[in-house]
């Protein structure tokens, strides 16, 4: 900086600044839950350093190893000359041919108290196909891709995708400004922006969707969008926008089909007569899962078995025979969160007789206690 030599001699505090001798070790109790506790490794490293990071390398796989270890010009280094990997490779595949397939890669919990466990088989398959989405939108290595999403297991999905393709990410924090986004998204001159219709944060809905189409205002390198759904919002949908439908554990297996819950529960709420639906996979010794549909009709409506054959076979117009509800149940309210979320795993946990998961988070707890008895009362219930 011009002057700063001046500035320093003319204040030695500053100049103290730069100077730093003290040793700050981790507090015992850190230290011995650590993962490397062996001194040996460091002296290891000290001693040779570009051998004990080959060692190192040894530890992943490579489609063509290095041809040398480290270029160092300071301040600049470059480490395995040469050599080619890929990330998504070397985080999933390489795991999916061993007993890893069915281990639990993600563990979530999302801010309204869902649940979600993801193996690595599962979030392979999601991330293979998320990348040819991907590619037939044109991306290809060297585009860059701009994230601008909740925490939730997609965003992992999409990072991984990108990665699959040698296409660089820039991950934008959902708090962030339209202002700033716009801003980040044409310092990448990203092509492609993902994103979700809103997220959650502390209790508040934060308008992702919102904000995207605020700053695509000014990025002209944007050709298309893709929107995750997570709250539910009705979106205007307008630009190149691709809706992502659904979780990627929000799939039935019924008899070997996957099918979308959120595309059945469209296909309820169509009904003239349906106010809202909430639809989950119950196990079925049989197909894998059964479709199990909660429904709450319009005020007025009266309940009986036309109407359940009415719109079991509305869904079958609209969909095909293997989205065919094989129960609905009728109720007056669906459990929900303060923010207005339904509460599937709960509804989950009714339809297979299992203990109900945290119930902290609903609006209304007895909601849930009044439909679990009127479900097993029905003879519904396992």
Not at 172 to 192: C, H, T
Not at 213 to 239: K, Q, T, W, Y
Request: hydrophobic share 40%; charged share 25%; net charge neutral.
């Amino acid at each position: 900086m011009a002057g700063g030599g001046e500035a320093e001699r003319a204040n030695p505090t500053i100049s103290a600044l730069f100077e730093e001798h003290r040793v700050f070790f981790p507090p015992p109790e850190f230290t011995v839950r650590a993962t490397v506790r062996d001194r040996l490794l460091y002296e290891n490293a000290e001693r040779d350093l570009e051998g004990f990071w080959a060692e190192a390398a040894e530890g992943i796989d490579w489609f063509r190893k290095w041809d040398h270890v480290l270029e160092w010009n300071p301040p600049f280094a470059k480490w395995f000359l040469g050599g080619k990997l890929n990330a998504a490779y070397n985080c999933l595949d390489r795991h999916v041919r061993t007993w890893r397939r069915n281990k639990a890669a993600i563990i979530w919990e999302g801010e309204p108290g869902e649940q979600r466990v993801l193996t690595y088989g599962d979030v392979h398959r999601e991330v293979s196909k998320f990348a040819n989405v991907l590619k037939h939108l044109g991306v290809k290595k060297g585009d860059r891709v701009a994230l601008y999403m909740p925490m939730i297991p997609e965003l992992v999905v999409a990072l991984l995708a990108c990665a699959r393709l040698g296409a660089p990410h820039t991950a934008v924090f959902g708090g962030f400004s339209p202002e700033s986004l716009r801003g980040r998204i044409n310092d990448a001159q990203a092509k492609v922006v993902i994103t979700a219709d809103g997220g959650f944060r502390r209790g508040s809905i934060v308008p992702l969707k919102q904000n995207v189409d605020e700053a695509l205002a000014g990025c002209p390198s944007v050709e298309n969008v893709i929107l995750v759904r997570r709250i539910g919002e009705a979106v205007h949908m307008h630009f190149h926008y691709l809706w992502l439908l659904g979780r990627v554990d929000d799939v039935m297996n019924v008899s070997g089909h996957r099918i979308s819950t959120i595309e059945v529960e469209s296909a309820l709420v169509d009904h003239k007569d349906v106010a809202e639906a909430a639809v989950i996979g119950r196990s079925h010794a049989v197909k894998g899962q059964a479709v199990s549909a909660f429904v709450t009709l319009k005020a007025g409506v009266p309940l009986s078995r036309d109407k359940v054959d009415d719109l079991k076979t509305h869904v079958t117009e609209k969909i095909g025979a293997l989205a065919r509800p094989d129960e609905i149940f009728f109720t007056a309210e669906l459990p929900k969160t303060r923010s207005g979320k339904i509460m599937r795993r709960l509804l989950r946990d009714i339809a297979e007789g299992r203990a109900l998961g945290d119930t902290t988070t609903l609006a209304d707890p007895t909601v849930i206690a009044r439909l679990r008895t009127q479900y097993e009362e029905s003879g519904d219930g396992p």
